[in-house]
T-cell receptor, first 114, second 117 residues
Framework: DAGVTQSPTHLIKTRGQQVTLRCSPKSGHDTVSWYQQALGQGPQFIFQ???????QRGNFPDRFSGHQFPNYSSELNVNALLLGDSALYLC?????????????FGEGSWLTVV | AQSVTQLGSHVSVSEGALVLLRCNYSSSVPPYLFWYVQYPNQGLQLLLK??????LVKGINGFEAEFKKSETSFHLTKPSAHMSDAAEYFCAVSDDAGGTSYGKLTFGQGTILTVHP
């Protein structure tokens, strides 16, 4: 049973560029959340997708956007990259049917903005 | 709003010694609480979770945590540290409400555990 998979694992972008990160949730999960983890910090919630719609959003600017596909996979897009966007981006998946469900994380995508 | 405070950004113990990592939370609703471990250059792995059942929760790798509502704490312990326990540990609280897991976790800043031979 594959867990949460993310791609790419590492990438380098230049300021002002755009980036797309991809996530496939764990089998049987239909809810995908994205987190940003800056160096030395705990993960920060970006947003969550369920039934192909954004259900919750954290305190991130509109430059951060996402999408969920019918197969539950998801993309995170960041436009107009800033140096401060350099971080580990974590995808998490869960199923909403039981309270306190375990939330599984992928290995993350390391983004460096130069 | 929910928040998590992890006391001590770095904890150092000797192999075989007790591990105690502290976590205090703030939540306006009954919380669901989690401890995750992160090894270098890896994602997060769930150690254990509290979901309003038993207040003493046992997790993987010999870790356990006790939910104390009066102290708003959820400290992580392990009786005897092993070298392989060296990692960063994150406490998190979820805003589960109405029996639906929305999956939004609020994390603490993390505690780096070092284990000395």
């Amino acid at each position: 049973d594959a867990g949460v998979t993310q791609s790419p694992t590492h990438l380098i972008k230049t300021r002002g560029q755009q980036v797309t990160l991809r996530c496939s949730p764990k089998s049987g999960h239909d809810t995908v959340s994205w987190y940003q983890q800056a160096l030395g910090q705990g993960p920060q919630f970006i947003f969550q997708y369920y039934e192909e719609e954004e259900r919750q959003r954290g305190n991130f600017p509109d430059r951060f956007s996402g999408h969920q596909f019918p197969n539950y996979s998801s993309e995170l897009n960041v436009n107009a990259l800033l140096l401060g966007d350099s971080a580990l981006y974590l995808c998490a998946s869960s199923s909403p049917y039981r309270a306190g469900n375990t939330i599984y994380f992928g290995e993350g995508s390391w983004l460096t903005v130069v | 709003a929910q928040s998590v405070t992890q006391l001590g950004s770095h904890v150092s113990v000797s192999e075989g010694a007790l591990v105690l990592l502290r976590c205090n939370y703030s939540s306006s609703v009954p919380p669901y609480l989690f401890w995750y471990v992160q090894y270098p250059n890896q994602g997060l792995q769930l150690l254990l979770k509290y979901t309003s059942a038993a207040t003493l929760v046992k997790g993987i790798n010999g870790f356990e945590a006790e939910f104390k509502k009066s102290e708003t704490s959820f400290h992580l312990t392990k009786p005897s540290a092993h070298m392989s326990d060296a990692a960063e540990y994150f406490c998190a609280v979820s805003d589960d409400a109405g029996g639906t897991s929305y999956g939004k976790l609020t994390f603490g800043q993390g505690t780096i555990l070092t284990v000395h031979p």
